[in-house]
């Protein structure tokens, strides 16, 4: 804790991949007998460094001169549950306020309130949450739907949305071909009303296009569209020769 006095309350405010991919690192290349701009200056930005860096020294894994900890070394090279275990008291060591809320439970301004207890300010607030939830879900400690609520719950279902949208053109794309087939021909409809009319029934069920679909998917919403504009380019109508007959009686 005097530690974390001298250096700074606030809680860590480095997006959690990048201190996880540092952890990765030092696992890859070793950890080195003093963690400075010189280890992680090639792999991070500055100011990603600069945070990294706090958030070593206000968790105690290294100290007020980067050395590691024999903590962070264990930390660096456990698994599965003994990391997740670590993890846990890591954190509970640093944010004693937040887990005096029961997390499981806790209302989004009990979160916010236990973390404004470190002198947080509000420009950085958000960062510093969003460290300790991801951190925390990866030490397997259960948070409320109402702390996760905005973060993940949003980005869910705009992927539930895209994936629904994806199953909805996979299953779409085989019907664009047989429906043009087998739309029945009226001799006494226009070619070019029928096009119409067969184009506005498709194009009612089919979705709109979606950037974020797979590279997959899209190769197979834009070749439906195709076919179906195949198909109307050429219909039973004219196949029957009603052009023809039409430039005879001209």
């Given amino acids: 804790m005097i530690l974390q006095e001298q250096i700074s309350p606030i ?3 480095v997006p959690y991949r990048t201190f996880q991919t540092f952890l990765e690192f030092l696992q890859d290349e070793g950890i080195p007998g003093r963690i400075d701009k010189t280890v992680w200056g090639p792999r991070f930005s500055g100011s990603s460094g600069t945070q990294l860096m706090t958030a070593l020294k206000v968790l105690a894994l290294v100290d007020s001169e980067g050395h590691p900890s024999h903590e962070l070394e264990d930390l660096v090279h456990a698994e599965g549950d003994d990391r997740r275990a670590l993890l846990r008291r890591i954190l509970e060591r640093f944010y004693a306020p937040v887990f005096e809320l029961d997390l499981a439970r806790a209302s989004k301004g009990q979160f916010h309130e236990a973390f404004r207890s470190f002198g947080t300010k509000e420009g950085v607030l958000t960062k510093c949450e969003a460290f300790f939830i991801r951190a925390a879900q990866a030490a397997g400690i259960k948070l409320s739907k109402r702390i996760l609520v905005g973060r993940h719950g949003a980005s869910k279902s705009r992927t539930t949305a895209a994936q629904s949208r994806q199953r909805t053109v996979a299953a ?5 071909e047989k429906t043009v087939a087998q739309t029945p021909v009226d001799p006494g409809v226009p070619a070019s009303t029928l096009k119409l009319e067969l184009a506005d029934r498709i194009l009612a069920k089919y979705p709109d296009f979606d950037p974020a679909w797979d590279p997959a998917v899209q190769a197979k919403w834009l070749d439906g ?7 109307l380019s050429v219909t039973s109508t004219d196949r029957d020769g009603t052009s023809d007959e039409v430039s005879e009686g001209a």
């Fill in 11 to 13: 809680p860590p405010y």
């Fill in 172 to 176: 779409l794309t085989p019907a664009v």
């Fill in 225 to 231: 569209m195709t076919r179906l504009y195949e198909g």
